[in-house]
């Protein structure tokens, strides 16, 4: 007889109030299991059966029986048929596990105090270097932008992937900090755009919303740590290598608008969403203003009067939400085609210029 086996594609971690995350790799979901149910899941070797696993966790057979099948429903075993959902709006490919890169303790610990409390010093320090060097910001801006002007794609692709990649170390460092599951950092077409993600599901778990928020904004701060480095080392770049600086200063100052949009799932929407306590801040948005436009097709073109459950749907909202979820949900829905024809535009008009 065939006992359940584990899944391979599991990747589990401790939590530091005894519960274990688990991480399905293939469908990239996260849970949280209790040691009562890590027990269960960690002993299912193929060989090891209902009985044998009720004397090693406390529950009955019966309850292990309904366990077992949850745990094929969310593809923790080998013999579970779970799909994985695609989108083509966010295609994501692991390039490595930020969790074994950074296993010493003492090291996120040192990256992310110089992160956190060394930006601010360093950014001055820069700025002001670049002032007594060259006496003052028109002529910073104008040296710039004149050395900026290069259409090589060969050198703003790489410098960009070197930015949005630290970018997502910066995120990583932070959630480190706090003890946070990051399981996955790599590269991903999102709304057909080339970007870099990290996998920060693991934050939900945090009770305090400070650190929640010092997560989300750390790599807007790893930005200006770069920054940083870029205008300290500028006075001293040989002339000739100064576009190299300049397209280091743009696509980091880029970097920081891009990332502060809130009507994509960047880092401004996270800390919207969380400042306004509202998860799942899209979604909700699309779907309420779904069921506005049924309600209002039903009533006023058909003459039918809303049911039960949309008038309580309605009732979950009061009315500063309902005013908030549709217009962000309204600017959210024009934002999206808006910002791919800028960009396709601009693409076209560059390669014809």
């Not at 469908?27 to 009562?36: D, F, I």
């Not at 930006?119 to 932008?145: E, H, R």
């Not at 999206?336 to 014809?352: A, C, D, K, Q, R």
């Amino acid at each position: 007889m065939k006992y359940p086996t584990i899944s391979r594609n599991l990747e589990i971690n401790n939590l530091s109030d005894g519960r274990f995350m688990v991480f399905n790799k293939y469908t990239k979901k996260t849970y949280v299991l209790g040691n009562n149910e890590y027990s269960v899941l960690i002993n299912l070797d193929g060989m090891t059966g209902i009985e044998e696993l009720t004397k090693k966790a406390k529950y009955s057979a019966e309850r292990i029986d309904k366990l077992l099948q949850t745990f094929e429903g969310i593809g923790m075993l080998d013999s579970s048929t779970v799909n994985r959902k695609i989108s083509i709006f966010k295609l994501t490919f692991c390039v490595l596990n930020p969790n074994k890169l950074f296993k010493s303790r003492l090291l996120v610990n040192i990256i992310s105090s110089i992160l956190l409390y060394g930006t601010l010093p360093l950014l001055l320090f820069g700025i002001f270097l670049n002032i007594y060097f060259n006496n003052s910001l028109v002529n910073i801006f104008s040296d710039i932008i004149s050395s900026a002007q290069t259409p090589s794609f060969l050198v703003t692709i790489p410098i960009l992937l070197i930015v949005t990649f630290l970018h997502e170390t910066g995120h990583t460092v932070a959630a480190k900090r706090y003890g946070v599951n990051v399981p996955e950092l790599g590269i991903m077409l999102y709304w057909f755009m080339p970007a870099a993600y990290v996998n920060l599901t693991g934050v939900t778990l945090l009770k305090k919303k400070w650190q929640k928020l010092v997560i989300y904004l750390s790599g807007i701060v790893m930005n200006f740590m770069i920054l940083s480095f870029i205008l300290i080392l500028r006075p001293f770049v040989y002339i000739k290598f100064q576009f190299l600086v300049s397209w280091f200063i743009a696509d980091t100052l880029l970097g920081v608008i891009f990332n502060l949009f809130i009507f994509l799932k960047l880092d401004g929407y996270l800390v919207l969403k969380e400042m306004l306590e509202i998860p799942d801040l899209r979604e909700k948005a699309f779907r309420y203003i779904k069921v506005r436009i049924v309600e209002i097709v039903r009533t006023r073109l058909f003459n039918i009067q809303s049911d039960f459950k949309m008038q309580t749907y309605d009732d979950e909202y009061t009315l500063s939400e309902k005013r908030m979820l549709l217009c962000y949900g309204f600017i959210s829905m024009m934002y999206i085609p808006i910002m791919l024809g800028s960009i396709t535009l601009t693409i076209i008009f560059t390669l014809l210029v």
